[in-house]
């Protein structure tokens, strides 16, 4: 059974602060998507990662999958109160049917 | 932009009786999914469908449930008998081929009394 771990489960800091939130598993995925969910609502997805080492960057978002594709982490720069809400990330374990194993979230609050 | 749509958006249902939720995929995916969120929990793969037939399912997926997908654009999940632990948040899911984004729709939560 792959599992996914997400730390910290909950963050709370400042408006302007920098934050780092991880996803990490002994297993290898194929591809990393980072989604974040408002309560009540379904997943939206952010990004995805899909090759070892890789970096992306979503204005002041920055998401890396690590070089065995088995972590990735998520930095918020200057983060701001619009931030706030649940981060996941889920591992696809490709094959025929790329189902999504989640991670339980981080559930960040941007505090004005 | 396309979305994953689902009704009802809440459903209320008795202990053993039958329930249909119902998605609409976006229109040029192949990929469809069905996970579920219990309260305060992650959200879990139940099932998925690929040219009109499961590929595959997980543990949670017993005889109870029922997956269709009668029209070519509607996909549904049955539960033939709900119990209290079906009370959940239910997200559908679909996906092209070769992308490997899968987009959830807004979910049906379903309680169980």
């Known amino acids: 059974t792959q599992l996914l771990e997400q730390s910290p489960q909950f963050l709370s800091i400042q408006e302007g602060e920098n934050l780092t939130v991880y996803c990490n598993s002994s297993?290898?995925?194929?591809?990393l998507q980072w989604y974040r969910q408002e309560p009540g609502e379904g997943p939206v997805l952010l990004v995805t990662?899909?090759?070892?080492?890789e970096v992306k960057k979503l204005k002041r978002l920055t998401f890396q999958f690590g070089d065995a594709r088995k972590d990735s982490s998520l930095h918020i720069t200057a983060a701001q109160p619009g931030d706030t809400g649940l981060y996941l990330c889920?591992?696809?374990?490709?094959?025929?049917?790329?189902?999504?194993?989640f991670g339980k979230g981080t559930l960040l609050t941007v505090n004005p | 932009e396309p979305e994953v749509t689902q009704t009802p958006s809440h459903q209320v249902t008795q202990m053993g009786q039958e329930v249909i939720l119902r998605c609409v995929p976006i229109?040029?995916?192949?990929?469809f999914y069905w996970y579920r969120q219990i309260l305060g929990q992650k959200v879990e793969f139940l099932v998925s469908?690929?040219?009109?037939?499961?590929?595959?399912k997980s543990e949670i997926f017993d005889d109870q449930f029922s997956v269709e997908r009668p029209d070519g654009s509607n996909f549904t999940l049955k539960i033939r008998s709900t119990k209290l632990e079906d009370s959940a948040m239910y997200f559908c899911?679909?996906?092209?081929?070769?992308?490997?984004?899968?987009?959830f729709g807004p979910g049906t939560r379903l309680t169980v009394t």
């Open positions: 899911a679909s996906r092209r081929t070769e992308l490997y984004e899968q987009y």
């Open positions: 990662v899909v090759t070892g080492g």
């Open positions: 297993s290898v995925f194929s591809s």
């Open positions: 889920a591992g696809e374990s490709g094959g025929s049917n790329y189902k999504l194993t």
């Open positions: 229109s040029n995916h192949l990929y």
């Open positions: 469908f690929y040219n009109n037939e499961i590929s595959e």
